[in-house]
């Protein structure tokens, strides 16, 4: 299952920027399988395809309790068109069982049951607008450190940052991006921390500040 680690991590596939086109069919074989043989190793764990909604990494897969599972309509488990905040807010559940059935998944070969021919990756054209537009920008190593630390992580990817520099390309003044972003972590408080939308947009404002202010 060679996107298995990619569809467990939201910020993969250059946080959404470079899925590959067989990713959503691969998920759908890995989904269906695991849970197969979840059921024959008798584990307490399944797993569904999750559609995340905003930026960063759309093509997830979540790992569920079995009464959860249950309760999920089928469809909905393969295609990922599952609203996941109908799920109670806790960890993921794990046992030996399901650890025993990734690993034993892991050695099928599911990858080959899904034929793929080469695509022009989506992202070629607004590559290109921005290029004759003069808007692409080089980013430097001390660019992604500095929104490394304005985020908390260690893994944010060149076209994430790219991303949200597009998005917020007509922002000329720092002072109104500063201000945006002060109401949008306002705006977050107020609702519990929740809201996944909310969240990419508040990290896609601190990309870009961080970025400003290492020109």
Known sequence: MRYWDDMNDKYAFGDGCSVPPDAELCRSVYVQALNIVAARLKSNVR???????????????????????????????ISGDFDLDS???????????WEATVAECNEMGLDDYVISEPVLSPEFLPFLIRLRAGTYVILTDEHIDAVNE?????????DEIRN???????????????????????????????????????????????????K
């Not at 897969?61 to 309760?71: E, G, S």
């Not at 304005?150 to 060149?158: C, M, N």
């Open 47 to 77: 797993c569904i395809a999750y559609n995340r909604p905003g930026s960063h990494n759309p093509v997830l897969i979540v790992m569920v309790t079995l009464a959860q599972y249950k309760k999920i309509p089928h469809p909905h488990v």
């Open 87 to 97: 799920l109670p807010n806790e960890k993921e559940p794990n046992d030996e069982a």
């Open 150 to 158: 304005a985020l908390g992580r260690d893994d944010v990817e060149a």
């Open 164 to 214: 949200a520099l597009d998005e917020y390309k007509d922002y000329k003044d720092v002072k109104a991006i500063k201000k945006l972003l002060t109401r949008k972590e306002n705006e977050f408080k107020g609702k519990g921390g929740r809201g996944v939308e909310l969240a990419d947009e508040i990290d896609k404002l601190r990309m870009v500040l961080a970025v400003r202010a290492n």
